[in-house]
């Protein structure tokens, strides 16, 4: 049987999401719901207090820039309302399932120690680089970068 060109997207897409780990946080549940359907709405979480907030952080710490559609309604009151869709560009797709990856995986082994020099670089650019870059240069996690720059672990992690 011969898939169509909107057939094959749609598998290549559920085939990608079978590789991908069950979300274990807020943050990573709107990501994934962000890959599987390539759009996030406070429709879809209602049930999230800080859906805002995760959406926040996948564009601000995470660089994760959000395509902006805008869907009107009536509420059952009579007033008029405007709701926000975050659509993930078809650019940023693979980087989406990339940061997804990171922030899932469990690493293996022994924990990666870091020299005082590490720490100091690591907080020195709190403010300058995203958390996903330092945790590739450092070969760790985004939640441990996270953690250092919040003072929150010092060196041997």
Same mark, same amino acid.
């Given at each position: ?47 999230? %207090? #800080? ?11 995470? #660089? ?26 078809? %650019? ?16 293996? #082994? ?14 020195? %650019? ?23 720059? =919040? =003072?929150?672990?010092?060196? =041997?992690?």
């Amino acid at each position: 049987m011969l898939l169509g060109d909107c057939q094959k997207q749609q598998y290549n897409v559920r085939h990608k999401m079978e590789k991908l780990e069950k979300p274990k946080t807020h943050l990573t549940e709107v990501l994934y719901h962000l890959i599987k359907h390539k759009k996030v709405s406070v429709e879809s979480f209602d049930w999230m %207090s #800080g859906y805002r907030t995760r959406v926040s952080e996948l564009e601000l710490q995470y #660089g994760l820039i959000l395509n902006e559609e805008y869907k009107k309604f009536i509420s059952k009151y009579g007033n008029k309302s405007c709701i926000t869709i975050h659509v993930l560009p078809d %650019s940023l797709y693979e980087k989406a399932v990339s940061i997804y990856k990171n922030l899932t995986e469990i690493k293996q #082994g022994k924990p990666r120690s870091f020299t005082d020099l590490e720490v100091l670089k690591i907080r020195q %650019s709190k403010y300058i680089k995203k958390q996903v870059d330092l945790a590739n240069k450092y070969k760790c996690s985004v939640a441990l970068i996270s953690k250092i720059q =919040n =003072n929150i672990i010092y060196k =041997n992690v």
